[in-house]
């Protein structure tokens, strides 16, 4: 790999650690290739390359955890590593009452990749930047009775290559390549202006960009900023029916559900950053959410972006049911947290690159659809709202409450959706929300996102998704 | 050990590889060590430290053809190279500007301290001089950290620069309340300004555990921000001040409105890159352009939007010297203070809310600056100038710019921090704002 031997490298971590002590140890090479680019109004104003390649070493000694990072790839630098991670951990554990010990359970010895039709490193820069252009400019943003300001298009693409080995016997070698597809669309009408970001990413070639519409989710969001800005009205407050769209769902549960799932946030490993988690005051079994919510964080979702095969502990990765039928079912787990509950690690580990702890993390999370139709869904509502995308959003530290505010939405009357309305406000509780369901979808959607935790912060590659639901009798403003 | 010795050579074998490939170019390599200690429950949940060598490279041609890398690599000669042959396939930027002769100055602005510590010659003891034992249930974090940079570009010039930092934050819990404070300063100072953000943090948390709690309603109110939550908006609100922000349609700042007054005349924000107490001290940007402390807002004047020479040329205005590789940034943020104490400020309140920490500041549209942002830690109701109750998380949702324009008053003290939710660091006071929404679920 890169002329390196690796395995060499990560060999020399783990024994020198266990030399020096180390109950536990873990040595993960990380490499992160790829170009960038962004187009302002269809021109390429900058172009770039990034390369982030380098060595993390995590170790347990007298019960207290140290991690090091070092892109200096030689023995010298591997062993400074090791030493300054050994003294990290010896004066953790000075400060300890609960020593940090590792779940026992299998770890991986694997080597896996994701195919890519088109491989991203077949094309030049140029190229590819001329397949973005091309569908950037197939958009017809014009003749919806609004002014675009401003189109920016961002491409990322990372190709991401890691060997770890535990000192217990995990190896994994990987290859994941990721694209990702940004762009900001800022219109106006009259006096209003407005803008709607979107995005769209996948794991695998450049293949995803035949696979996902660009060119249709710029013609889609200009039609919703449309909407916004030139025929949408007020709504009047009051407690409706509601009717969320695949988007809404995705953001909903990834931030209700998948965040206060987090071992480490319920144990209080994240309060002074990602913050806490009513979770913890739940039991296993207890309802949260009605008999239709069923909630699955997995990450062997072929060709998603949050997809890998064994987390940055060597566990095998599996669908985790975080919630079945409404009820709690599992929390996600590394082997840290997975020691403390007495259940293991269900293989959540991840780290964003080799200057990362693996810490907790969602990869794909989204509801389990249902068997209804949209119409069937809206035509079940006699007075509501049916949002469709959303812009703001935030959530509590304890995920307890939490604010969605409509972009594109419309009013329901009589199970038929009638005018726009704008600037919706959905700000709710998480067992309000989850247990004011009585429909799902079968409309199952992910959408790409970056995921943020950690300290350093880290921003990880993820789904959120579902399918359409309904609300019943819940407060909107 | 990352000495300015491997840098230069580095940096150096960078330069002559892009010689003869690129007309412009400038090498930043910056070697960074760091360590920190991460707290939850009151113990340490781990301990990392840093040493590494990062590269950012701008390559241009004065066609305008133009390309950004970020290497985070030991060995940076192959890619820097193969990146400079990309160039000229690429075509002109619109956003291209002739590279800027380097006018920084060099620097160094190290404290022995932690130098020392960073080095393994003298350790500090952070939990000892945080007084750790004190503060119970406590989460958070400590961070030094010493920063070497070296810039070399195709004019043939160097430029050094050299600082440590001492940044964190601390959320001390009491009782099912909590309150958090952060701090950011060039110097460890024995380890001052951490104790002092531990204290904020705890007397904020055993004021509110003393204090009933009530419930508030949606409404309108009278607000008092603290600065860790007046950091962050005004973190939010120089964002948008920003060259790049106005040319991406993701800001609600006009530059046709510079030069007058869109904000309250109680309100004084300056990019300070000369101030040497915080932490983005320097003396040259990513394009060795010299840095000056220069008002964003003065009085309420809108005065300067911060441009590197490219967003500088497309919208006709001149640098800033707040490069950063790509994108203009701030180095410090200084909001100037007031006259009122914390007592006249309160007092000053009267009747509303008082919010001490925030996070996840969102927008629903850019360009109109309507955003939200949810309080986390101590709440207070204060009616007659008097906390009486400490309320749940609740959100202030208003639009940025007519918040900024209803500050009534600042406070005398001001706070140099840093923390996820003001990653830039800042020197802030509390901020009185007349009137703010406030939702609640």
Redesign the interface.
Known sequence: MDGLDVERLLGLALDLAGSMGASYAEARYHALHGH?AGL?DG????????????LAVRVIVDG??????????TRE?VE??VR??V???R????????PVRMAPGRLGRAKYSVSERRPLESL???EK?GMLRERVGAAGLEGLGIEI??L?VFYQELRERKVLATMNGGYIESYVPRVLVGY???A?SGG????RLGMLGWSGGLEGLDEEDLTGSLEDDARSLAVALTRAGRIEPGRMDVVLSPELTGIAVHESIGHPSEADRV???????A?LSYWSELELGDRLGSEHVTVVDDPTVPGSFGFYLYDDEAVPARPRFLLLEGRVREMLHNRETGAVYGVGSNGAARAR???S?PIVRMANTFVQPGDHSLEELVEGVRSGVYIRKY????????R????Y?G?EAYRIRNGRLEEPVR?V?L???SP?FWGSIDAVGRDLRLYPGFCGKG???QAIPVTMGGPSIRLRGVMV? | MTGFEELEALAGEAGRRLHGLAEEFVVLARGVEREMLKLARGEASVVQSWNSIEFGVYVARRDGRLLFTELSTSSPGDAVESVARLVERLEPSPLYAPLPRATGESYSLVDPAIARHLSGEERLDLAHDIELELLGDVAGMASLSRTRLVLLNSHGERLRGDKTAFTGYLRVFRGGRSGQWSWAHTGYDGGRPARRAAQAARELAEECQGLPAERVEPGRYRVLLSPMVAGNLVDELVGMANGASILFGMSFIRPDTIGERVFSEALTIVDAPRDASLPGYSLFDDEGVATRDKAVVRRGVLETVLHNSKTAKAMGAETTGNAGLLMPRPFSIVVEPGDLGSDELLEALGNGVYVTNNWYTRFQSYPEGAFSTVTRDAVFIVRGGRPVACTGRIRIADRLGELFSRVEAAGREAWRLEWWEIPVPSLVPHLLVGEAGITTA
Request: aromatic letters at 8%; charged letters at 30%; proline letters at 1%.
């Open positions: 960038q302002m021109r390429v104003f900058a172009a770039g390359y990034e390369e982030t390649v380098g207290g955890l140290g991690f090091s990072a070092t892109n200096r790839l630098g400074e590593a300054r991670a003294a990290g951990a004066l953790a554990s000075g400060m300890l009452r609960r030049g820069l140029e930047l300001r401003r920016t900001n669309i800022t106006s209003s202006v407005r803008n144990l209080g490993r994240e309060a002074a950053q913050g690159d080799y200057k702890e812009m703001e959003w935030n959530i509590d530290d304890y307890w409450a939490a604010r505010v972009l600037d406000v700000e709710i509780t309000e300290e350093p912060m403003r």
